[in-house]
């Protein structure tokens, strides 16, 4: 017969809900994701919201995201270092680097396996914010901005992004796009 210690079977007991308390909960149905994924070139990111959870596979409705723009610029030799790291590792944290330039999106509806994929929720904010970078163009106009040719192309391009910037009615999207504005010296 097996006995256990009162604190190990406490402990067991309690597990589900130190998961709970360190970040580490169930994805449920309604939660917003950022998922990485790997196709036969890199990765790329899909922002959602899971629909249904079955059998431990989940059905997420969302956009995908492929970062054409920073491919390119790897594949040109002029990508380094934090944008190379953010393809090869993409999270909420530096997704930044991926969308900040071309890319190739639309609707995903799907199944997603969180033993395969890299699942990671996030907060309604965060997803409004990215999904807004996304749907308002800005990774067109940031790249149109950097791939520039001429002094008169790039100041043209400025002011369409700036006047796009001010037309936001989001202020958390609108705060986010004029950080990274003035983090990419454009302002």
């Known amino acids: 017969m097996l006995f256990f210690d009162n604190s ?41 919201r899971i629909i249904s959870d079955n059998d431990k596979v989940l059905k997420v409705r969302g956009t995908f995201i492929k970062p054409i723009g920073l491919l390119e610029r790897i594949r040109a030799g002029r990508a380094q270092g934090k944008p190379v790291e953010a393809l ?11 969308i900040i330039d071309k890319l190739d999106t639309g609707d995903f509806e799907d199944y997603i396996d969180p033993k395969i994929d890299k699942v990671i929720p996030i907060n309604e904010n965060r997803f409004f914010v990215l999904d807004g970078w996304v749907k308002e163009s800005f990774s067109e106009l940031f790249g149109n901005y ?38 990419s010296q454009i302002l």
């Open 8 to 48: 190990l079977v406490n402990i067991i007991l309690l597990l589900p809900h130190l998961f709970n308390m360190f970040g580490m909960s169930k994805l449920r149905p309604g939660d917003f994701v950022f998922i990485v994924k790997r196709d036969e070139n890199s990765n790329y990111i899909i922002i959602g």
């Open 88 to 98: 090869n590792n993409p999270e909420p944290n530096n997704c930044i680097f991926l």
């Open 146 to 183: 950097f791939n520039s040719a001429s002094d008169e192309e790039k100041a043209e391009a400025r002011g369409v992004l700036i006047k796009k910037m001010n037309s936001l009615m989001s202020q958390e999207l609108k705060e986010h796009v004029y950080a990274v504005a003035r983090s």
